[in-house]
């Protein structure tokens, strides 16, 4: 019997234990989530009244138009978000990386200014609304981005160096998620032996916050960034027609240049070499963590490869 009550003493401080790990490793906005809709519970209880006949006086918060604010790390800017909201609704915004250090509240508009942490990379922010008494709540996405351009430079444990490099253009207009140029270099040279595209993903969830989702063709990123910067330049109003005429004649020029790299991968001889490529090569996936410049995390390529090689390295950042 003496055993027993042992084992369940044991047993119930072991999920005790994990019951305060699982706790600790919970978001801040979560945190304030939770609190907000414990409140509204209580708020709700102190009327005596059921949360269908709060409604009326605490309806769905209704978001019309949000200004998203981009920053680069450690700087600030505003979100605006006009709508229809009731008294003492709460913002939320689902990201630990963003600091509210001044907001403001009327029925039909909400501004906050945020403040990004120093030396974290790309990545956008959510905005939750919740109405007091019934919680009821609205999302919008993407409220506020952390962008910029970026260098990720990681040292392979099988001796390869793999660099990643943001696109030319405006980084705010292309938002946290953009497409990089990835060379590959073997141990102690200086031209790249594989060259890919890789669109860069974050997660808010996840230790291993980053990752790269790799094309599987030979290209660099490069000709997509001139041209979405070329379209960014011709959404221009002040262009002169002489201008837009030049920009106009650039982008046949680039768009004549990747239909022929299209038809020319289209080729079966060429298909065949990308399949063996992909046996040889396969590099398709990359997941990283981010701490205070310093990275750590594997990638994944062909079996003959590797499936989970590990990676270090460090992020620079290269500006807007």
């Known amino acids: 019997m003496r055993s027993i009550t042992k084992r369940i003493l044991c047993a119930g401080v072991v999920l005790l234990f994990a019951l305060g790990l699982c706790r600790a490793a919970k978001f801040r906005f979560q945190d304030k989530e939770d609190a907000v809709r414990k409140q509204a519970r209580e708020q709700l209880a102190a009327l005596g009244i059921t949360r269908d006949a709060a409604k009326a006086k605490y309806p769905t918060p209704e978001i019309r138009m949000t200004t998203k604010a981009c920053m680069m790390p450690g700087e600030t800017g505003e979100v605006v978000v006009r709508g229809k909201f009731a008294p003492g609704s709460n913002f939320i915004f689902q990201n630990d990386n963003l600091e509210v250090v001044k907001e403001s509240q009327t029925g039909a508009e909400y501004r906050a200014t945020l403040k990004a942490a120093q030396g974290i990379g790309p990545q956008t922010a959510a905005l939750l609304v919740v109405t007091p008494v019934t919680a009821i709540t609205a999302r919008q996405d993407t409220a506020a981005v952390v962008a910029g351009r970026y260098e990720w430079?990681?040292?392979?444990?099988?001796?390869?160096?793999?660099?990643?490099?943001?696109?030319?253009?405006?980084?705010?207009?292309?938002?946290?998620?953009?497409?990089?140029?990835?060379?590959?270099?073997r141990n102690g040279e200086t031209t790249p032996f594989e060259k890919r595209t890789a669109t860069l993903y974050h997660s808010i969830y996840e230790q291993t916050a980053y990752s790269f989702s790799m094309s599987q063709q030979d290209n660099s990123a490069l000709a997509m960034g001139e041209f979405t910067a070329l379209m960014q330049k011709l959404s221009d109003p002040k262009l002169t027609d002489a201008q837009r005429d030049a920009l106009m004649k650039n982008m046949e020029k680039m768009q004549a240049a990747m239909?022929?790299?299209?038809?020319?991968?289209?080729?079966?001889?060429?298909?065949?070499?990308?399949?063996?490529?992909?046996?040889?090569?396969?590099?398709?996936?990359?997941?990283?963590?981010?701490?205070?410049?310093?990275?750590?995390?594997?990638?994944?390529?062909?079996?003959?490869?590797?499936?989970k090689i590990a990676l270090t390295g460090t992020v620079k950042f290269l500006g807007r």
Do not use: H
């Open 153 to 185: 430079t990681m040292n392979a444990a099988n001796g390869w160096r793999v660099v990643a490099q943001s696109p030319p253009g405006d980084s705010c207009a292309a938002g946290a998620q953009q497409t990089y140029n990835v060379q590959f270099f």
């Open 259 to 307: 239909t022929a790299e299209m038809t020319k991968m289209a080729d079966p001889a060429n298909i065949a070499k990308a399949q063996q490529k992909a046996l040889d090569f396969g590099c398709e996936r990359i997941s990283i963590g981010i701490q205070s410049g310093n990275l750590n995390g594997d990638m994944r390529c062909a079996a003959k490869v590797g499936n």
